[in-house]
């Protein structure tokens, strides 16, 4: 795709005038680095960095039926959000039981919700959404994609307090939250503290002619510029998926360790895909590799098993360890500490089949 089709955060301008080496991400322009990122990456472990996701789209899901309407959709059961704020990770999934996306849902009230999905997939989802949307009746379920919010991911043990540094009047408001929950503030603010890095902090949205003023008060504070490949080391290093490598519209979630966020609980929910992946499961493991020796290990790479073939859904070098590590759907029956071979440049390397995740607060959890 051409730079000119590219879709633009608010932040684009911001971003092109520190210096940062820009990519297609999805369809957009994004920052993949503004240096070394390395540096980024340490930066979120040790201190405080931040990124631009405002290429994530916002949806609200509001009215009498989106109650009824989530528990249907979503592969999670929206039922167990009763506290205002709180959000819950899932998958929604075909009648297949493939992943279309995995989003994060928030409670505001019994008719009034927010998604946040991927940006890659933000079209298809608000397709796939108006289209179920059609069986409530008319007036009772709205869904609205909130292009007018832009969204600031800042991460690491230092975070929350640069963006108290920053907004002190937010303190008191949010200090006490708990992972996984939120604040309604003022007007279109919403702060949460999820993330994508392993790391705690704060997932910030506000009204996108905000967010450029917002940006360069955290940067005055000396919060770290963090791109997309930062942020690919450090999700990959805490063991959590990227949709369209680790799983897609053919991926069951079990297929990609993502069980958990599959309720089955109530037998009278029949929330779509619920069928196909009681009826018709598909299995394998899904685990980390450490490479055991040089060399860096990427998506595709094939795996050699005592069980039979695997592969590599997502690799990097790790900063945080020092060594290549992935994530690899492999057979049934392979389990953590096996040793495996994984294919780079046509020889055969030799790996240790490890528990996710490989960091948790910054410590190696191998």
């Known amino acids: 795709m051409a730079p000119e089709t590219l879709k633009h955060t608010p932040l684009h301008d911001t971003h092109i005038s520190t210096g940062a080496k820009m990519v297609d991400f999805g369809g957009w322009d994004m920052p993949v680095s503004y240096g070394s990122q390395?540096?980024?990456?340490?930066?979120?472990?040790?201190?405080a960095g931040m990124f631009d996701v405002s290429h994530m789209l916002n949806v609200d899901v509001t009215g009498p039926a989106s109650f009824a309407f989530l528990r249907r959709v979503l592969a999670n059961d929206v039922a167990r959000l009763t506290e205002p704020g709180k959000a819950l990770y899932?998958?929604?999934?075909?009648?297949?039981?493939?992943?279309?996306?995995?989003?994060?849902?928030?409670?505001?009230?019994?008719d009034n919700w927010r998604l946040v999905v991927n940006a890659g997939r933000a079209d298809a989802d608000i397709a796939w959404l108006q289209a179920q949307a059609k069986q409530e009746g008319a007036g009772k379920l709205a869904i609205t994609p909130r292009h007018d919010l832009a969204m600031i991911a800042v991460q690491g043990p230092l975070a929350r307090e640069k963006v108290w540094n920053v907004r002190s009047d937010w303190k008191p408001l949010t200090e006490s939250l708990k992972p996984f929950s939120s604040k309604q503030l003022e007007q279109d603010v919403l702060v949460a503290r999820t993330g994508y890095t392993g790391e705690d902090g704060f997932e910030i949205v506000m009204p996108a002619t905000q967010i450029v003023a917002f940006w360069n008060e955290l940067l005055a504070q000396g919060v770290?510029?963090?791109?997309?490949?930062?942020?690919?080391?450090?999700?990959?290093?805490?063991?959590?998926?990227?949709?369209?490598?680790?799983?897609?519209?053919?991926?069951q979630p079990a297929q990609a360790a993502l069980s958990w966020t599959v309720s089955l609980k109530d037998e009278s929910r029949g929330f779509i895909g619920r069928s196909a992946i009681t009826n018709n499961p598909k299995h394998n493991a899904f685990l980390g590799l450490k490479l055991?020796?040089?060399?860096?290990?990427?998506?595709?790479?094939p795996v050699k098993?005592?069980?039979?073939?695997?592969?590599i859904t997502s690799g990097t070098m790790s900063p945080t360890l020092g060594f290549s590590?992935?994530?690899?759907?492999?057979p049934e029956g392979v389990q953590a500490g096996d040793g495996v071979e994984v294919e780079l440049r046509g020889k055969w390397l030799p790996a240790t089949v490890c528990a996710l995740p490989f960091v948790r607060n910054g410590k190696s959890q191998l």
């Open 292 to 301: 055991n020796g040089r060399g860096v290990m990427r998506a595709h790479m």
């Open 90 to 110: 899932s998958c929604m999934l075909n009648p297949d039981g493939g992943v279309i996306d995995d989003l994060i849902v928030y409670y505001f009230a019994p």
């Open 305 to 311: 098993t005592a069980l039979g073939p695997g592969e």
């Open 325 to 330: 590590i992935a994530f690899a759907r492999l």
């Open 38 to 47: 390395i540096e980024e990456h340490h930066a979120v472990r040790n201190k």
């Open 224 to 251: 770290h510029l963090c791109g997309l490949g930062a942020r690919d080391t450090l999700r990959l290093e805490a063991g959590m998926n990227l949709y369209g490598q680790d799983m897609d519209e053919t991926i």
